[in-house]
Structure formats: structure tokens, C-alpha cells
């Protein structure tokens, strides 16, 4: 529980963090970016693994590129419904995605360091 509680919190300063570089993506508070990693992680969970089944053909043909879609749609889905979040636009749920991914990946080695000790 301790590990789900402290992945919601760098998973909320991740977003809270992307939101000010990235265009036409906004987050109105701390507050709303939790919510939104809350509901990314049941997403994640639940609705992103039967995605993952029900595109495994686009997915073999496009080399696992479509997962990048999947992940965007992920994003879209939480977005609607949390509010205080705006991503304006597919493309730019795209490049949110991409980061969000992207820094996940740089921090969890350390994650879990932490945790271990």
C-alpha cells in the first residue's frame, strides 16, 4: 500500500511537472493531478490490459507502435473524466503520453531503490 501511495505522488508531481512545459496541456492544481494518477492507475488496471487484447493484431503488425495509441487513449479516458485537467487535442495526448512514459521509466529504478532500504 505504501508503494501505491508514494507511485500516486511521483505520478502526480510528474504530471503536475509535464503540465507546465508541455503545450496546451493544463492542470489546474496538485490536487487535480492526483486525481488524475488515481485514475490513471485503475485505467491502467482494469481497462488498459483488454485494450492491449483487443488491438494485439494492430500491434503485431505495427511492431508495438500501436501500444502508443493505446496508452493515448488511456490518457484521453482519465482526462474526461477528471476535472481540472485539459489536454487539448489527440496529438498533444500523444506527446503527454510519451513524456509521462518516458519520466516513469527514468524514475522507477530509484523508485524501488527507495523502497527496498
Not at 87 to 95: K, P, T
Request: with cysteine; hydrophobic share 55%.
Amino acid at each position: 500500500m505504501r508503494r501505491y501511495i508514494l507511485n500516486i505522488i511521483i505520478t502526480s508531481l510528474v504530471i503536475f511537472g509535464l503540465s507546465n512545459f508541455l503545450p496546451h496541456i493544463s492542470v489546474t492544481n496538485f490536487v487535480s493531478a492526483i486525481w488524475f494518477a488515481i485514475a490513471l492507475s485503475f485505467q491502467n488496471t482494469f481497462i488498459r490490459p483488454v485494450l492491449i487484447v483487443l488491438s494485439l493484431p494492430l500491434t503485431l503488425i505495427t511492431f508495438g507502435l500501436f501500444l502508443i495509441i493505446v496508452n493515448t487513449l488511456v490518457i484521453i479516458l482519465a482526462d474526461k473524466l477528471i476535472d481540472g485537467i485539459e489536454i487539448h487535442g489527440f496529438w498533444y495526448a500523444v506527446l503527454f503520453s510519451l513524456c509521462l512514459s518516458a519520466v516513469q521509466s527514468l524514475i522507477e529504478p530509484h523508485q524501488s531503490k527507495e523502497i527496498k532500504n
